[in-house]
């Protein structure tokens, strides 16, 4: 099945590549639990008024004014929502459960790699946010600054960011899987003044040397005027006494109370880097009004929370998963979040469900490579524990395919809990195409679009294909939580999102329709790669490899991968006077982990004479890597221009 989900012939005009019918019905106990049961009404009149239905949304939060008009396009493809109305996340977040029973209720368990866990109660958690957003705004930060924040899953990262939240910064989070000279990048293009890190980072019991990594990061950056650090150990480096200061000290003594600053619903709350179809990355900006809006409905209908529950979400808030169902969404429904900062297999291959027995988790939302990725070590490892707290799975990141989905449902929760495979992106900010408790689900597929959302695939034209035909994933209507631009790239955002096929939000993936309206997602069309769930673009790997001095030009492609869904493998022409050798490889394998970091892990490295300039469906089988996916632009030759350009020889 592995094999049928991965084979992507022609991925432009695929005709059904998974044919899974079985049918998963909700079982009485999660439909008598449903928070929205009359599904098909409530589609049906989302879908006459998709306004007024993210209005009646907007309603279940609290607004320091409400909006004067819901929707509005004041330039074209740029979308304003609750235009007027004043509000800030974090008053939602965190101040208003002040004086209310949830005050007193865990707002945070964070369970370290070394197996510790803290907990901070919803009021813990705010009078640390205050103090902390005291402490920035003694080092000078103002409303629309950028903070760049590198840190660990931790409770400190959560506090940083509701803190710049707070006083109206813009945090702009990258991912600690990120290198030195990634994290530069993004600093530079948000033009960050502070960055937030730690000493140390721990992850399967290594230690991170991340405030190296940062002081590499900040040299000569000229934005950025101070390192605020949090001290995890008794460390003896010696600080840039100007520059760094400590979490500890900068947050000791400051006021446990700090006004929340009023923000007009499109004013920016963060930016956050994703990988497109260049080597730059765009910074993706999300807003106070509209982003709460689309995260709240959507984590309240799609998870199906209830106060009492403890939801574990596994991803990283390096990623726009950790920052709408790790932080802000959870925090907002006012119940326990788990934040986990150890890897799924240290010490041992049961550490997550360990987590879950311990924490009793009731909602556990993940992504489908970690599942592959357990389902290797066998069920033993999953029945030595008691899961019975669990009612509600969720699946995130990529395609789940039929057979890891099966084994979450059949060994995870003995066949009883619903699995809600949630499609959506950077982008979007919350959910797009998942289904809800009482849906009827298959195996495979993210269902249909959510109330609100208008969801389709069409042809190159923007006509929709028939059913059971692949073609692009659009979306027909602006939604609130919707990505409001680039960061300072007002072209890139227009070219990229609508000028593709006019008129539709283009998200850069292919999918197609069963005849019961589900859809199944298939992946990119771009040249973009989902590696373990990492977004991480060809171009980037490319240009990566070519700032070796031995490589003259490269070409990046997708293989399919049986654990981590895709991987990547790089062709390289060596520049004259260098031979192929082992020790090359390793040596290009290095250069990518040290532009980009571990995270663009390049599988192989293969030295060729050229690169060929066959069509994208040709190219695969030219080089035998079956499946493999070259970019959209129908020759992977096509970027191979602009490196011949900026490089002196060529092959
Ligand atoms: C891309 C977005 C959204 C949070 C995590 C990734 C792929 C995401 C699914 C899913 C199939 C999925 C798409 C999408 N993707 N969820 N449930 N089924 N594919 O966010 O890094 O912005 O990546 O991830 O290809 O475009 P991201």
């Known amino acids: 099945m592995l094999k049928k989900l991965f084979q992507r012939k022609n991925r432009e005009t695929t005709v059904v590549l998974m044919n899974e019918s079985k049918l998963y019905k909700p079982s009485a106990a999660t439909l008598k639990n449903a928070t929205v049961l009359n599904t098909e009404a409530v589609y049906k009149d989302a879908l006459k008024n998709p306004v007024k239905y ?21 330039k074209k493809h740029f979308f304003n929502w609750f235009v007027g109305g004043k509000c800030n996340i974090v008053h939602n ?6 004086g209310t029973p949830t005050e007193k209720k865990t707002a945070i368990i964070w369970e370290s790699d070394h197996g510790k866990r803290r907990k901070l109660t919803y009021k813990e958690l705010k009078s640390a946010v205050c103090k902390m957003a005291n402490g920035l705004k003694s080092l000078g930060i103002k409303k629309g600054d950028r903070v760049a924040i590198y840190m660990q899953n931790t409770p400190e990262i959560a506090i940083s960011m509701l803190a710049c939240a707070k006083i109206g910064a ?41 405030y190296s990594l940062c002081n590499e990061a900040v040299k000569g950056a000229k934005s950025i005027k101070h390192m605020v650090v949090v001290k995890r150990e008794e460390s003896t480096r010696k600080k840039n006494a100007k520059r760094d200061v400590w979490y500890h000290e900068l947050v000791e003594g400051q006021s446990e109370i700090c006004k929340t600053t009023v923000m007009d619903s499109e004013d920016p709350l963060f930016v956050l880097y994703t990988s497109g179809t260049t080597s730059k990355p765009k910074g993706i900006i999300h807003v106070h009004g509209g982003y709460m809006v689309g995260i709240n409905r959507t984590f309240h209908w799609v998870m199906d929370v209830k106060p009492n529950d403890v939801y574990w979400c596994s991803a990283d808030p390096g990623w726009i998963t950790g920052h709408s169902y790790i932080i802000y969404a959870p925090l907002m429904a006012g119940i326990t979040t788990v934040m986990f900062e150890g890897a799924p297999n240290y010490p041992k291959p049961d550490r997550l469900w360990k987590v879950i027995e311990k924490n009793k988790v009731s909602i556990f939302y993940t992504a489908p490579t970690l599942i592959r990725s357990l389902m290797r070590f066998g069920d033993e490892w999953v029945e030595k524990h008691d899961l019975s707290s669990l009612r509600l799975l969720g699946s995130v990141g990529e395609p789940i395919n039929p057979e890891a989905w099966r084994w979450y449902h059949k060994v995870v929760v003995k066949g009883k809990l619903p699995i809600m495979d949630t499609w959506w992106q950077t982008e979007t900010g919350s959910f797009m195409i998942a289904p809800l408790p009482a849906t009827t689900l298959k195996a495979g597929s993210a269902t249909r679009p959510l109330p609100g959302i208008i969801a389709d695939v069409v042809d190159k034209r923007g006509k929709s294909v028939r059913r059971g035909e692949g073609g692009y994933l659009v979306i027909k209507n602006p939604w609130p939580s919707m990505l409001r631009g680039v960061f300072n790239n007002p072209e890139r955002y227009l070219k990229t999102y609508w000028k593709e096929i006019p008129g ?68 390289v022409i060596l520049k004259q006077g260098y031979e192929p050798s082992e020790k090359l490889v390793d040596a290009l394998k290095k250069q990518i982990r040290k532009e980009l970091g571990p995270i663009a892990v390049t599988d192989e490295v293969e030295f060729v004479d050229k690169l060929p300039k066959t069509q994208r469906k040709d190219y695969a089988a030219s080089f035998k890597g079956k499946g493999a996916r070259p970019g959209r632009r129908g020759y992977v030759g096509a970027r191979r221009l602009n490196h011949l350009q900026n490089t002196q020889l060529n092959g």
């Open 170 to 210: 813009m945090h702009s989070v990258v991912y600690a899987g990120f290198s030195a000279h990634a994290l530069r990048d993004r600093i530079d293009d948000a033009k960050a003044k502070i960055l937030i890190t730690s000493d140390v980072g721990y992850r399967s019991g290594k230690h991170i040397d991340m």
């Open 504 to 571: 539709y939000y283009l998200t850069g993936d292919l999918a197609h329709k069963d005849k019961d309206g589900y859809f199944w997602i298939q992946g990119r069309s771009d040249d973009v790669l989902s590696i373990a769930g990492h977004r991480i673009g060809t171009a980037e790997i490319e240009s990566a490899l070519v700032s070796h001095p031995a490589a003259a030009e490269a070409a990046v492609i997708g293989k399919p991968h049986p654990v981590k869904g895709e991987s990547a493998k790089a062709f």
């Open 93 to 98: 977040a965190l101040d208003r459960h002040m």
């Open 54 to 74: 993210w209005e009646e949304a907007a309603r279940e939060l609290e607004w320091y004014l409400p909006w004067k008009k819901a929707f509005s396009e004041p």
